[in-house]
């Protein structure tokens, strides 16, 4: 079980309301793509300023988590969703990973 954390940024129109899912990448090349749904922090999520939690299933053949792949659908409204860090915690290996994007706004894919 992953516990994925996503923090979006608090500047001003950096929310996003469309499908997200995370690729994640482990040391031998190995990847997982995952939807984010269903948080369990906020019914309404990724929007400015929230911390958003996923408990995920179905990645527990990772061995170290080296890095990660926003994904977000594409928009016709000029909207770019600006997220601050990544944080993932691994049950199975008591490790957590963070990522941080440092405000990077999402057009398409961030890593």
Known sequence: ?????????NDWFAGYDG???????????????L??????????????GNIDVFMVDGADFFST???????KEQSFVDDWWKIDWVQIYDDSRKTTYVFDFHGTAVSEWAS
């Open 35 to 48: 939807t984010l749904s269903n948080s369990l922090t906020h019914s309404d999520p990724f929007e400015r």
């Open 65 to 71: 988590i080296t890095s990660v792949l926003i994904h």
């Open 1 to 9: 079980m992953l516990k994925i954390s996503v923090k979006t940024s």
């Open 19 to 33: 499908e997200v899912q995370i690729t994640l990448f482990n040391t031998v090349q190995i990847q997982s793509t």
